[in-house]
């Protein structure tokens, strides 16, 4: 099944499980996830600096207790860093990324579209303002639990 949105088809997700709260929870489908797998085991042995610096801040629960994972694959994309618990993705912008514009905003779109939020930030604010880019994560992530707890 599809659906239109701004003027674009974007196919749906498989919808397979749903998580603890009731929620439903979007799965990679099988094939494709043995072939994200291995790439994203790859992507997280050859992070960037940024991304590094930015694990650093985010793994072990350190932001408001909330696990982080990082070069997760979801649906068909490998996310830079993701947090379940809040639908949170974040991307890292720097050369590596080989997105153009316009790929980069239907990919942000798809995503929005099946339930994530996604923060992006370029290598330059992790290097030059990295407590404000983990201030943003947070705040971000409160604001996701709040809309949780609100009812329908």
């Known amino acids: 099944m599809r659906h239109k949105r701004s003027d674009r088809f974007i196919p749906r997700p498989q919808r397979t499980e749903r ?30 600096p940024e991304e590094n610096l930015l ?3 985010l793994r072990n629960r350190k932001v408001i207790g909330l696990k982080f994972r990082r070069q997760h694959p979801y649906d068909r994309f490998i996310l830079d860093f993701y947090c379940a618990e809040v639908s949170l993705a974040i991307e890292v912008e720097g050369p590596i990324h080989q ?9 942000r ?20 303002n990295l407590d404000s880019v983990v201030d943003d994560i947070a705040t971000a992530t409160k604001e996701r639990l709040v809309d949780q707890e609100r009812p329908g």
């Open 99 to 107: 997105y153009t514009q316009e790929q980069d905003a239907i990919r």
């Open 109 to 128: 779109e798809y995503l929005e579209c099946i339930g994530l939020k996604v923060l992006r930030f370029s290598n330059e604010e992790i290097n030059n």
């Open 19 to 48: 998580g603890r709260k009731g929620e439903v929870k979007w799965r990679t489908p099988p094939r494709l996830w043995e072939k994200l797998k291995p790439l994203a085991r790859e992507m997280r042995h050859e992070a960037t």
């Open 55 to 57: 694990w650093q801040r």
